[in-house]
């Protein structure tokens, strides 16, 4: 697992999404700012 470092971020949001058919889902962690969405990590599975 890779964790970038970020300084000064106010707002996260976390979703969850399938991406086969079956049990298999991704989940998704990114900065929710105004003026500034981006993605900082994936996670594979719900194992995390």
Request: charged share 20%.
């Amino acid at each position: 697992m890779i964790v970038a470092q970020h300084a000064a971020i106010a707002a996260i949001g976390v979703d969850e999404i399938q991406y086969a058919k079956g049990h298999k889902y991704l989940t998704l962690v990114y900065q929710i700012e105004q003026g500034s969405t981006r993605l900082l990590w994936i996670g594979k599975d719900r194992t995390v």
